[in-house]
């Protein structure tokens, strides 16, 4: 919502996307949106995020920020939270570049913006189905990266740290969300890349709580 807000105000073209659409019409008219610039899809299915490519067309720029969350030791971790995690976070970020890159590469532009977070980088106890999809996640953009290289297709990845969003709600694990980075924080950071001149490309960017600085 944060970010949501950052772009509506600078009078972007903001267009929305979740698995509840409920969710999605409330937040369209706290913003001022249209309804129908909303559009509700689960990133695991392939056809529902084809359907929301053309519903959308070809954007300039994508905000990936579709994740879960599932913080566990390997004993309590199910093949159930492992198998949902990797669906989410790794081949839901394969189905949006699977419908979105043939636009952006017929009108020769766009940025993608995805949040591997700082556990596609360095390991956490706990995190092993997390991370196996953010490390996964890594791995398949740099690869695509390389794809793109004489296009002028850009693709930005966030490392977030510890971040305070309704994301750590259900995780159960000691950790000092008042020390985290802010969401509006890290929304700024989001709103920033956003702005960043098409003559290069941001291919990293790190933003970390000052005091788990893991990377
Ligand atoms: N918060 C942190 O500390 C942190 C740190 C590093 C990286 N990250 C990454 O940052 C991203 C955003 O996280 P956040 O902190 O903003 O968490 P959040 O508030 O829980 O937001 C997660 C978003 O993902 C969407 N989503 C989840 N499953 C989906 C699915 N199957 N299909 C479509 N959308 C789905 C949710 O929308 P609906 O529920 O409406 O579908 C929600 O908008 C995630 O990828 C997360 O891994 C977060």
Redesign the pocket.
Known sequence: MELAKLIKSSQGDLWL????DH??RQMASELGLPGDQTFE?????PF?VQAMSEWSGTPDIII??????IIKPLEQLTYEDFNTTI???LK?TFHVLKSYLPGMKAVKQGLII???????KVPMAGAAA?AA??YGLNGMLKSVREELKRTNIRITN????????????EIDLNVQRDK??L?KE?AKSIWFLCQQPVSGVVSEMVLQPFNHQAI
């Open positions: 996307s979740g698995r509840n969710k999605l899809a689960d990133i695991t299915d529902q990936n920020v579709a994740g879960i969350g669906d989410v976070n839901g995805n949040l591997p977070g700082v556990l596609g997390y999809s953010k966030l490392y977030l740290g510890g971040t305070d969003t309704p994301f750590w709600d985290f980075v969401a890290a």
